[in-house]
């Protein structure tokens, strides 16, 4: 990630643009790849790209996606938007996790969870992302930040075979 692209995000956390029109914008240019295009393109002018955004988001967005047309910095915008949601954690004590599983968590389990990972991380609020994952045979892999869990059926066939070769 730019530190370009992390200073307009804070920008973004500045205007107060709220995460639903940050997570919206995102889906609308990944349903219409071909804006995004529009949106870099040397070719397009610069009132026929802000005409188009200020058509499909709201004011302050649309007001700052211009900017990033006026400045040839579009092609930045996942990077961007991701950068938002990272700066938008980090001021409101927020940590992101992904748990992959083979059999879907109970509410328990996954409440249990985000205690372990709020009293570790000391976080005011902790959000997990589920994905299915039926390679692990069984048990679930938890990934925060750059940390991994492990205990998962394959991992501990993993770890006892390597104990068994290195010995």
Known sequence: MTQTSINYARVLYELSVSPESIKDAKQIIKETPRLLQILESPVVSLSQKEKAVRRIFEKTL??????????????????????????????????????????????????GIREFLKKKYGTAKAVLELKEDKSLVGGFILQVKDQEFDYSLKGRINALQQKLIWR
């Open 62 to 111: 649309a007001d700052f996606i211009c900017v990033l047309c006026r400045y040839g910095h579009a092609a930045l915008l996942f990077e961007i938007f991701q950068a938002y949601q990272e700066y938008y954690n980090e001021q409101k004590q927020i940590l992101d996790a992904v748990l992959y599983y083979v059999t879907p968590p109970a509410k328990e389990q996954l409440e």
